[in-house]
């Protein structure tokens, strides 16, 4: 099966207004590769109404949305807000949100199934510690993730998406081993057909994890990954674009 591969930048805490620029700059350049790859940035909250506006057409993400619809929760945001902001894909679970606000799987489930219910695109994240990894339980945990975390189905291949990352190789440099990463996708793979029957089968994984120009080509050669969730090396255009070209070929 053919399927086209997902780039998406996760901006974390960083960027403000002054860097609509590279924002500019990474949409007008995706355009090249149009129906070949999909692009989404995912900035910061405050930026994304001016990111949106500033990219029409280009697809701009949120990094984290709450479950609820609306309510009493201070300094959150609903789907219909970020949907509102011009956001069109969010990511949930990401480990830095599991660790920090104490994210379980239940919450996360619930995170992508409003974000899928409001019509936002989704990039689930699951992936294990080092700790985890050394002790030989890196698929078990990351299956385990997956089972309690996916959205119940059915879910569609072109909106919902899974991201794998190895938490010891976000922002460390260290990039899991091909072999490694063939193994984790293909278990992830699995289950997804485990859950969605057909469609699990065309569900893109992406990996993440020290995403960037050097190792992209050779990672999104590995079978099952279906695209990539890029932090520090998104960015900025310059770094970004090499690993966009690279998902298109
Ligand atoms: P990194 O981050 O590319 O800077 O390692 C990836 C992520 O956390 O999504």
């Given at each position: 099966m053919t399927m086209v591969k997902l780039i998406a930048g996760n901006w974390k805490m960083h960027g403000t207004s002054e860097d609509l620029g590279e924002v500019r700059t990474i949409a007008e350049w995706s355009k090249k590769f149009e129906g070949a790859v999909e692009v989404a940035l995912c900035v910061p909250a405050t930026l994304i109404h001016r990111a949106a506006e500033a990219v029409p057409g280009f697809l701009i993400g949120a990094q984290d949305i709450h479950h609820?619809?609306?309510?009493?929760?201070?300094?959150d945001v609903c789907a219909a807000m970020l949907h509102d902001a011009g956001a069109g894909i969010v990511i949930v679970g990401h480990s830095e949100r599991r660790d920090a606000h104490r994210e379980a799987d239940g919450h996360v489930k619930a995170k992508a199934e409003a974000g899928l219910g409001a019509g936002l695109k989704v990039i689930l994240c699951v992936g294990e510690s080092l700790e985890e990894r050394e002790a030989g339980r890196a698929v078990e945990t990351v299956g385990r993730q997956v089972d309690a975390s996916l959205p119940a189905g059915p879910v569609d291949t072109g909106t919902f998406a899974l991201a794998y990352e190895p938490i010891w190789a976000i922002g460390t440099g260290r990039v899991a081993e091909v072999e490694d990463i063939e193994e984790m996708h293909s278990a992830i793979r699995e289950r997804l057909v485990a859950a969605y029957g057909e469609t699990g089968a065309g569900v893109r994984i992406l990996y993440g994890g020290s995403v960037k120009a050097s190792n992209a080509g050779e990672i999104f050669a590995v079978p099952n990954v279906g695209g990539a969730l890029v932090?520090?090396?998104?960015?900025?255009a310059a770094d970004f674009l090499p690993i966009v070209e690279a998902g298109a070929d």
């Open positions: 609820k619809e609306k309510g009493a929760h201070t300094g932090g520090g090396a998104s960015l900025k």
